[in-house]
């Protein structure tokens, strides 16, 4: 059995599990930042899905042969639905991990998010990335400060890599379809603490 203490393994596995029940997802987080960004510990595992439920995540788990349990099932977190699953597993009581799974309310972007998806690596091993310019906009639709600093960090690290014109119009965009999120109070912190 798997550590699944280990934010990096509970994503690997995840993936495998999500992969072999055919569900498309995207790691996302702090793992992501890793690659894109400033790291930070981390101690979760989030991914980005699309109309995909909790209730299939879950089956999905289970026929990989995990234990687990649902937190919740899509409660809203500013411009997303978060979904979490504990993942039990280890072998003490510290071994529990948490996979969120995080959706955006706007059904045309979250398909977009897994569209744009890039092939990455954790630990050797391939894996579905969000992109870094959908890494930020995921944080600007989160509602934590820490969101925003993550996603400022990404623009630090990748500078001119980052397509601004994509995040330009897909903020505009999320602004008419989310319009109780601050999408554009929030893009305009990040653009500002990345530059700052």
Partial sequence: MNDLSDPTTAALTV???LEGASLRAAVYGGLALAAYGEP?????????VAGVSAADVVQA?????????????????????????????????????????VEPRSPRYAQSVLDRALAGSLRSQRVTLVSPEDFVLLKVLSTRERDLDDA???FRTLGDGMDRS????E????????PDHDVAGRMARV??????
């Fill in 15 to 17: 993936a495998r599990a």
């Fill in 152 to 154: 400022a960090s990404v």
């Fill in 40 to 48: 930070r510990e981390t101690k979760d595992a989030d991914f980005a």
């Fill in 61 to 101: 788990l289970t026929q990989a042969g995990m234990d687990v349990s649902l937190g919740f099932d899509r409660v809203r977190f500013g411009g997303n639905d978060i979904s979490r699953i504990a993942l039990l597993g280890a072998s003490d009581t510290s071994g529990l991990n948490v996979l969120d799974l």
């Fill in 191 to 196: 653009l500002r603490d990345a530059t700052g």
């Fill in 166 to 169: 994509l995040l330009k119009r």
């Fill in 171 to 178: 903020a505009g965009a999320l602004a008419d379809e989310i």
